[in-house]
């Protein structure tokens, strides 16, 4: 399968942990993206990487959030001090400069 | 603020009929458009695009309209069949779609067989 992977798929944390997620985008995709779901919602934006440059930070990416995407290649996502409004689906979705964007099939991470 | 609206939460169609999913927009930055499917436990599956050069696309049984004077699009899908059966996200960028995607909340589709 050569589509975007998210890992873990599900994840239970308890209010105070931190969690990280990872994502492996289409291998010749450049750009990275990170969305975040809640329910009854579309996907919103949270930040984007162009190669290992991370290009744009969205107001919802609070301090506790950091991504990063070290070579280029997958990238991480982690939340310290989680709590429970953190509950949502994190979505990755990579892309050509000029193309759609493809999406995972999403962390869905619940804090307790 | 909600720049790209679905105002429909959810539609229902007999098989074999026309869906019609609409969508809202109030940036007039905006000169992509893109519908995606999103059935659950996954993640979004690209449908179809336009850009804001074009009134009109399509794929097979996937039509998209762009009205831009009505900042509107619409997503046609002839003949409908129960595997369209999903959430649809109409999604918005600008720079030629090489900005973010700004979505909307979705339209819940439901084809009767």
């Known amino acids: 399968d050569t589509g975007v992977s998210q890992d873990p798929r599900h994840k239970i944390t308890k209010r105070g942990q931190n969690v990280t997620f990872r994502c492996d985008p289409i291998?010749?995709?450049?750009?990275l993206y990170w969305y975040r779901q809640t329910l009854g919602q579309g996907p919103e934006f949270l930040t984007y990487?162009?190669?290992?440059?991370?290009?744009?930070k969205s107001r919802l990416l609070s301090d506790r959030f950091s991504a990063e995407r070290p070579k280029g290649s997958f990238s991480t996502l982690e939340i310290q001090r989680t709590e429970q409004g953190d509950s949502a689906m994190y979505l990755c979705?990579?892309?050509?400069?000029?193309?759609?964007?493809?999406f995972g099939p999403g962390t869905r991470l619940t804090v307790l | 603020d909600q720049q790209v609206k679905q105002n429909s939460p959810s539609l229902s169609v007999q098989e074999g009929r026309i869906s019609i999913l609409n969508c809202d927009y109030t940036?007039?930055?905006?000169?992509?458009f893109l519908w995606y499917k999103k059935y659950p436990a996954e993640g979004p599956t690209f449908l179809i695009s336009?850009?804001?050069?074009?009134d009109k696309n399509e794929d097979g049984r996937f039509t998209v309209f762009l009205n831009k004077s009505a900042k509107h699009l619409s997503l046609h899908i002839v003949p409908s069949q129960p595997g369209d059966s999903a959430v649809y996200f109409c999604?918005?960028?600008?720079?030629?779609?090489?900005?973010?995607?700004?979505f909307g909340t979705g339209t819940r589709l439901k084809v009767l067989a």
């Open positions: 979705a990579s892309s050509l400069v000029h193309n759609e964007q493809f």
């Open positions: 336009i850009s804001s050069i074009k």
């Open positions: 990487f162009q190669n290992e440059a991370q290009l744009e």
């Open positions: 999604a918005a960028s600008r720079d030629s779609g090489t900005y973010k995607y700004i």
């Open positions: 940036n007039s930055m905006f000169d992509y």
């Open positions: 291998s010749e995709h450049n750009r």
